[in-house]
């Protein structure tokens, strides 16, 4: 499409965003982007030097300075142009996720469109809070007069650093990116390497929404190569990550800085006696198997009643016959993987539960990187499916014979993003929520990030800190305060 003929070179490689123009690497070289329907290549990507990384954090360094000088509104209005231009352009950037990362159209365009509307929603969010400061008097605090007003608001950190993952390399990355330009901040961006061609089509958007040159750049490259270059930058102010276990090395890594980290989780399922099964059941197959099960929110394993659990395995069973497998561009309920490798790893698990003995409730089936939905009945301990994270169509079903041991299991984990349980005694559900060991507890609905305002955040190996657009607002800036010392006490006299 016209709109995106300058960001990709004569020879089809796409190229990296930086100080306000679309640039070819020096390096000469490029990273392949293999399509997982097809197993072949189908996008090329710049792959930037070390040298092309520190010139880019340099240049957000000196652009942010003027940007924390831009007012408020202005700001606002910048992401207000920027989330239109992304929704006119759903088109296009769904077709790059399609191509990328198997995502049906459907969800595709949805992710675009859903976006735009939290880049919206940030810009209005930011002028509300940042709009505001706070005053203290002295004489609050035992023994002093008031003779001291404290004035405090929130300034931006600096340069932020923002690292989506594959699964949602538009929607995570303008998360990040949002709250970053609207506290004052700029922004680098290192896409993944599968949906690096969607992302760079996004901050295309920002450019023609008309930011200032500097403020917003995109590096591409493999993270072997620029990777701890960009995370221990020292003109690095904060890390904003999504994504696997790479997150706890770059936590070790990067120095003291705030840091913003969701790294996967083994979301828990526990469905009690007097638990609607029909609503149970839509939710567990909604939850594991949408988008091919890749996603840190998926329903990752099942912990059923005995009592009910016949039941409800044959309700689970008879919605998986019923998902439709193939290609994204057919709107598939199940896709392919997003690589072989990952492909592979979920076999590793289905064989060693097979080696062990659990139920396989369908045949296991695969093709190339499309792996056919698979629910496994009867997984004891054991086996690694019980605990490792499959990011795939495959669901682990364990039969537990009480809340405790239902307890017990999803807080055995390392992993500690979200969970669910399913009845329909709220006083039960309130202390099973309590007692699960997760950031965030689904009453009745499978788990799920979002609505893009709501906070996300995970205990454990799930990360740190907490993401939403007014958490991640508030996460990258700091507070400010300016002292004024009166020579007498003073009183408001009303």
């Known amino acids: 499409m016209a709109v995106f003929e300058e960001i990709v070179d ?118 509300r809070i940042l709009g505001e400061g706070k005053l203290l008097v002295s004489d609050s605090f035992p023994g002093n007069e008031r003779t001291k007003y404290c ?65 917003i750049s995109c590096v591409t490259g493999k993270g072997s190569e620029i990777g701890d270059f960009l995370t221990m930058h020292p003109s690095i102010n904060c890390i904003s990550f999504t ?59 099942a912990l059923v009643m005995e009592s009910v659990a016949d039941t409800l395995v044959e309700k689970v069973k008879a919605k998986v016959a019923k998902l439709t497998v193939g290609a994204p561009e057919d709107d598939c309920d199940i896709t392919p ?16 539960a097979k080696q062990k003995a659990a139920t396989f409730c369908q045949e296991y089936k695969r093709e190339g990187n499309l792996i056919w939905p698979l629910l496994l009945d009867n997984v004891r301990p054991d086996m690694r499916i019980a605990w490792e994270e499959p990011f795939g169509p495959v669901l682990p079903v364990i039969r537990i014979n009480s809340v405790e041991e239902g307890i017990h299991q999803c807080n055995a984990s390392n992993f500690g993003l979200q969970g669910c349980v399913f009845t329909r005694d709220i006083n039960k559900a309130i202390l099973i929520s309590d007692a699960m060991e997760t950031g965030t507890v689904q009453i009745n609905s499978a788990p799920s990030r979002g609505p893009d305002h709501f906070p996300f955040q995970g205990l454990k190996d799930s990360g740190i800190g907490s993401q939403g657009i007014t958490n991640s607002i508030n996460m990258m800036t700091k507070i400010k305060s300016t002292v004024i010392n009166l020579p007498t006490p003073s009183y408001t006299v009303g």
């Open 10 to 127: 004569e020879n089809g490689v796409y190229k990296f965003f930086y100080d306000g123009a679309w640039r070819k690497s020096s390096s000469g070289k490029s990273v392949t982007i293999v399509n997982p329907t097809t197993r072949k290549p189908h996008f090329r990507v710049q792959a930037c030097t070390q040298e092309e990384v520190n010139k880019v954090v340099e240049t957000a360094k000196l652009a942010q300075k003027s940007w924390a000088k831009t007012p408020l509104w202005k700001r606002a209005e910048l992401l207000h142009k920027a989330a239109a231009i992304l929704k006119e352009q759903k088109a296009p950037i769904a077709e790059c996720l399609v191509k990328e990362i198997a995502k049906p159209a459907k969800d595709a365009v949805t992710e675009v469109v859903r976006s735009g509307d939290l880049v919206s929603y940030c810009a209005e969010e930011g002028v």
């Open 151 to 215: 004035l405090t608001s929130k300034i931006p950190l600096g340069v932020v650093l923002a690292i989506p993952p594959f699964n949602y390399p538009v929607n995570l990355a303008v998360s990040k990116i949002a709250p970053a330009l609207i506290a004052g901040n700029s922004i680098v961006l290192k896409p993944p390497t599968q949906g690096a061609v969607a992302a760079l089509h996004m901050v295309h958007c920002f450019h023609l929404a008309g930011f200032p040159k500097g403020l």
């Open 243 to 301: 994504g696997g276990d790479t997150g706890i090395a770059i936590s070790k890594k990067a120095g003291m800085i705030p840091l913003q980290m969701e790294l996967g989780g083994k979301d828990a399922c526990i469905i009690l006696e007097d638990a609607d099964l029909d609503l149970a059941a839509a939710n567990i197959v909604k939850g594991g198997f949408s988008y091919s099960g890749q996603r840190c929110t998926a329903v990752k394993v």
């Open 337 to 352: 993987v997003v690589t072989e490798s990952s492909a592979n790893f979920i076999e590793g698990l289905v064989m060693d």
